[in-house]
């Protein structure tokens, strides 16, 4: 299968803050990318769809102004988390669909964020 | 929108026994559903996908089934082995590109010796 990488995999920053994840493709153009929250013991709760060089399409609840996402390249997408608060702490995790990979997504190795 | 139910919870079965998990969906467009294995602190792994023109896939010891007209799909893993233990997830996808997948709510199968 196709490699997806997501960095970084651990991240602490402090309430009030900002943190960019980024989610890679690694051999093969992403045309989407989606962006789940997973918390502990839990499902994956999807966020946002993105398509390259288009805007994100959010989830119903999910606040766009505070997970601001980026799909500037069939490469890269990437989230922003900001102001973030200690509510915010979670499992963030990337997947991405491609060219050639009719439907199967293939996700990054997720991001432990810790807002202290 | 999709809604992907899924059961049991928890499931523990004796080392060699079959375990059997299942999944409901409601969106009758849906035709792809793909099940994902979760170890502790890792990323998803697809194990087995179907879609709707297939009523039954079979990868060796992992088999999955799906009944449209009931919107229902089940994984059944036989002859079960430590390392089988994990947290499973089912999904459900209306296929295609940029379709997003919409996940059950994870079964967490444990595997006696």
């Known amino acids: 299968g196709a490699v997806v990488s997501q960095h970084p995999s651990r991240v602490i920053c402090k309430s009030g803050t900002s943190v960019k994840i980024e989610c890679r493709s690694l051999?093969?153009?992403?045309?989407?990318m989606f962006w789940y929250r997973q918390f502990p013991k839990k499902s994956l709760m999807l966020m946002a769809t993105s398509n390259e060089g288009s805007k994100a399409t959010y989830e119903q609840g999910v606040e766009k102004d505070k997970f601001l996402i980026n799909h500037a390249s069939l490469t890269l997408s990437t989230l922003t988390v900001t102001s973030a608060h200690p509510e915010d702490s979670s499992f963030y995790i990337c997947?991405?669909?491609?060219?050639?990979?009719?439907?199967?997504?293939?996700f990054g190795q997720g991001t432990r964020l810790t807002v202290v | 929108g999709e809604n992907v139910e899924q059961h049991p919870s928890t499931l523990s079965v004796q080392e060699g026994d079959s375990a059997v998990i299942k999944c409901t969906y409601s969106?009758?467009?849906?035709?792809?559903f793909p099940w994902y294995k979760q170890e502790l602190g890792k990323r998803p792994q697809l194990i087995i996908d179907?879609?709707?023109?297939?009523g039954e896939k079979k990868d060796q010891r992992i088999a999955v089934t799906l009944n449209k007209t009931a919107k229902h799909f089940s994984l059944h893993i036989t002859e079960t082995q430590p390392e089988d233990s994990a947290v499973y997830f089912c999904a459900a996808s209306l296929g295609g590109s940029a379709s997003k997948i919409i996940f059950g709510s994870g079964t967490r199968l444990s595997i006696r010796p």
């Open positions: 997947s991405a669909q491609g060219r050639g990979y009719y439907t199967e997504a293939f």
């Open positions: 969106d009758s467009a849906s035709n792809y």
């Open positions: 051999d093969f153009q992403a045309t989407t």
């Open positions: 179907i879609r709707s023109n297939v």
